[in-house]
């Protein structure tokens, strides 16, 4: 069953950081979709808010990047425009 996903990679960062991820994350499906300024703004936010102290902020963003592009290419999400 396909799920309407508006905010897919804000979604899954808030699940791998336990945050509220940045407003600019909104509606992305990539974190490619960022300029600079955002993705340093959004690896540090990571980086600050991981779950796991371990982890790094690269590390989740590229994560995240995969689990969002994986559920769209395999037909579990289908993204819609907010």
Do not use: H, R
């Amino acid at each position: 069953m396909k799920e309407l996903i508006e905010n897919p990679l804000y979604d899954v960062i808030k699940i791998l950081t336990g945050k509220e991820p940045p407003n600019f994350v909104k509606g992305k499906t990539s974190t490619a979709e960022l300029n600079d300024e955002e993705f340093l703004t959004l690896q540090d936010f990571c980086s600050e808010n991981a779950v796991l102290n371990w982890l790094t902020g690269i590390g989740i963003l590229e994560a995240a990047d995969v689990l969002v592009e994986e559920s769209i290419n395999n037909g579990n999400i289908v993204v819609v425009e907010g």
